[in-house]
Structure formats: structure tokens, C-alpha cells
């Protein structure tokens, strides 16, 4: 009978130890462009769109404004971004990048491929896995969300 407490079996310590490992490589892949992984994930957000309000960053990368606060200080710090406050809502506040921060996404173009790369995937593969995990996240998300709503949290 196989245990079904062992850590090998755990679908939570598969995630966790990919993961890592994935973060591990990104750092490699950043060090010379002098951010960390999250900051890169900030910088995402805004090269797709600049000039995205706090709350829409938090929602796009499923993290509480807590979180998000200090790294965007820091790329604030870095020269990479600017914060505003929006001329239409003045309790809102709009992230811009510098010239620096959108500049800096030359720099980041190779990195998809680099990671693809260092994963051994086959480019289908790696395809499948991600609409895995976005599938996945979702669910979750979505278990949660129904989970605390009916407890009346």
C-alpha cells in the first residue's frame, strides 16, 4: 500500500520544488539586468500596458497591494518606474515607466527563449504545462473563493 502522505506523491511539493527552481533560473537570467524575479513580473505588467493603476497590477498578478508596495518602491528606487497619482481620480495611482524601465525590455527579450531553453521542455510541452497551471491556479482560486464564501468569511 503506498502512502499517501509521502512527500514524493505531493502534488503541493512537486509545485513548490518546480517553483523554486524555475525562480532559481530567472535569477541567473536577471542578475545582469539588476532585478529580482517579482520586479521582472511588475515590469511584465507594464510593458504590456504602461501606466496601469496599483490595484490592476495586483489583480494581474494575484497579489495584495502589501505585497506589491515595496516592489514598487524599490523599482521606483531602481529609476525603472514612476508613480502618479491619476489626474482623474485622485485616490488613484498610476504606475509609469522611465525611459530606463522601458528600455530595459530590450534587455529581457531573450529571456523567454533562455528559460525555455534551460527547461528541457519541447515547445508543445511546454505549452501544455502552462495551460496546465493556468488552469490550475484558476481552480484553485476559484475553490477558495467559493470555499471562504460559504463559510461567510
Excluded: N
Amino acid at each position: 500500500m503506498t502512502d499517501q502522505l509521502a512527500l514524493d506523491r505531493q502534488l503541493c511539493f512537486a509545485l513548490y520544488s518546480a517553483s523554486r527552481a524555475t525562480t532559481a533560473a530567472y535569477r541567473v537570467l536577471l542578475d545582469d539586468m539588476g532585478i529580482t524575479y517579482p520586479q521582472y513580473l511588475v515590469l511584465l505588467t507594464l510593458w504590456e500596458q504602461d501606466g496601469r493603476g496599483v490595484r490592476d497590477i495586483c489583480d494581474a498578478l494575484h497579489l495584495d497591494t502589501g505585497t506589491l508596495s515595496p516592489l514598487l518602491k524599490r523599482l521606483d528606487t531602481l529609476g525603472l518606474i514612476e508613480r502618479r497619482r491619476s489626474s482623474t481620480d485622485e485616490r488613484r495611482v498610476d504606475i509609469h515607466l522611465t525611459a530606463a524601465g522601458s528600455a530595459l525590455r530590450a534587455k529581457a527579450d531573450c529571456i523567454p527563449s533562455a528559460l525555455g531553453t534551460a527547461t528541457g521542455l519541447q515547445p508543445e510541452e511546454a505549452a501544455d504545462l502552462h495551460r496546465t497551471l493556468l488552469r490550475l491556479g484558476e481552480s484553485l482560486r476559484d475553490s477558495i473563493e467559493h470555499t471562504t464564501h460559504h463559510q461567510g468569511k
